[in-house]
């Protein structure tokens, strides 16, 4: 149970450094980034602009403004059901 928690809270602490460190950041995507790389190839597949709600415009704005409420749910949740799993496996 203690093992959930912890990579619940880890995922929800994580996901925004992740993000940051990608390039989606609060003051836009970070020149020569994997960020800025991913909104040239979406942007080139779009005819030249970003779909919104795109993975990279839903990765800019949790980048840009952090995880809500319920977005930190779901980061948690995930996190918590890996950590689950991974009680599963069995050392030998």
Known sequence: MLLNFTVGVGAVVLVPLALGAAGFTSAGVAAGSVAAKMMATTAVANGGGVAAGSLVAVLQS?????????????????????GWLGSLIRKP
């Open 62 to 82: 949790a980048g840009a403004a952090g995880l809500s409420g319920v977005a930190s749910a779901a980061v948690a949740t995930a996190g918590g059901a890996v």
